[in-house]
C-alpha cells in the first residue's frame, strides 16, 4: 500500500508484506507524472489489472522504475479515495508468478473498497465532532 502526498505529486510505499527479494518495492517512492497509471488512478475512484495480454497503450502507462521495482509481469492496482481526494494505492501481485485469477481481482477490490469505506466513516466521524 502507498500513500499519495496531499498534493497528488508524490506517491510513496507505506506498508508492504512479501516483498524481501524486492527491496525497490519496499522502498518505492515516485513523482506522480502525467499520462502514467499513477495519475490515472488519483484522477478518479479505479482499479486495473495487469497482465501481459492488457492493452499496449496499459502497458505503456507503467513508469519503467515501477515496472523494474515490481519484477511482476500481473498485478492489480486500485485507488482509495475519501471524498474526492486519492490517499493511497494498493498493490497486490502473486510472488508464486502464478497466475492471477478473477477470483483473487475480486478479493482484492473488495478489500481496497472496505479500506475506503473504513475511510470514509472515519473522515465522516471526524467531521460530525468538528460540528458539535
Same mark, same amino acid.
Given at each position: 500500500m502507498g500513500l499519495i502526498s496531499k498534493d497528488r505529486s508524490r506517491f510513496k510505499n507505506y506498508y508492504s508484506v512479501g516483498c524481501q527479494d524486492h527491496p525497490e518495492l519496499k522502498d518505492f517512492e515516485s513523482k506522480i507524472i502525467k499520462n502514467t497509471i499513477f495519475e490515472k488512478l488519483c484522477s478518479r475512484p479505479a482499479s486495473i489489472w495487469v497482465k501481459p495480454s492488457s492493452d499496449k497503450k496499459i502497458l505503456d502507462l507503467i513508469p519503467m522504475n515501477f515496472k523494474g521495482a515490481t519484477d511482476s509481469k500481473e498485478f492489480f492496482l486500485m485507488s482509495?479515495?475519501?471524498?474526492?481526494?486519492?490517499?493511497?494505492?494498493?498493490?497486490?501481485?502473486?510472488?508464486?508468478?502464478? $497466475?492471477? $485469477?478473477?477470483?483473487?481481482?475480486?478479493?482484492?477490490?473488495?478489500?481496497?473498497?472496505?479500506?475506503? $469505506?473504513?475511510?470514509?466513516?472515519?473522515?465522516?466521524?471526524?467531521?460530525?465532532?468538528?460540528?458539535?
Open positions: 482509495v479515495f475519501v471524498g474526492k481526494k486519492p490517499v493511497a494505492l494498493f498493490f497486490a501481485d502473486n510472488t508464486d508468478n502464478q $497466475t492471477l $485469477t478473477d477470483a483473487h481481482y475480486k478479493q482484492f477490490k473488495y478489500l481496497c473498497s472496505a479500506v475506503t $469505506t473504513s475511510l470514509q466513516h472515519q473522515a465522516n466521524r471526524q467531521a460530525s465532532k468538528g460540528e458539535e
